[in-house]
């Protein structure tokens, strides 16, 4: 970025800046080739306020586009562009895993549902024939094995 680009972008008329103070306009533009864009907008931020209200820089005027007479034209215009566009795919909405499940592994959910017989009615009396389930958790730490304290 040059100089006067710059200042355009800080919208800072440079050519009255120049007229009024060239001792800082010199000053400004030694310091700016020294240091590049970056540190001089650093180091002197707290001039740029000040001078643009005194050296302010008229934005520019946009042109707006011609409009079209012929609308018969511009609607086949608008087509062929809307013809030359290649529609784009429909993505998918939420989570997609990045890996596929192994299929021999079964997850514990599933082997709870295969484990399950269908539901028949017990008397009482009757024992169930399946051992009960080993707990998953086994806790470090059991009171069976601490000693007991001896009283005195």
């Known amino acids: 970025m040059t100089f006067e680009e ?10 009255a800046f120049g007229k009024a103070e060239p001792a800082l306009f010199a ?9 590049g864009e970056k ?9 740029f306020n000040k001078l643009r209200h005194q050296y302010h ?3 520019e005027i946009k042109t707006e586009k011609p409009q079209m007479v012929n609308p018969l034209a511009e609607q086949t215009v608008t087509e062929s562009l809307l013809e030359a566009q290649p529609a784009e795919p429909v993505r998918k909405v939420g989570f997609v895993p990045r ?8 997850t514990p959910n599933e082997d709870k549902k295969e484990e399950k017989p269908p539901a028949t ?5 009757e024992s169930p024939t399946e051992a009960p389930a080993k707990p998953v958790y086994k806790p470090r730490f059991n009171m069976k094995n601490i000693p007991p304290k001896n009283e005195v």
């Open 27 to 35: 000053e400004f533009k030694t310091h700016f080739e020294l240091m």
């Open 39 to 47: 540190s001089f907008d650093h180091t002197k931020k707290y001039w």
């Open 57 to 59: 820089l008229a934005p």
């Open 121 to 125: 009615e017990m008397s009482m009396d």
């Open 99 to 106: 890996y596929k499940a192994n299929p021999a592994v079964k």
């Open 6 to 15: 710059f200042f355009k972008k800080k919208r800072i008329d440079l050519a």
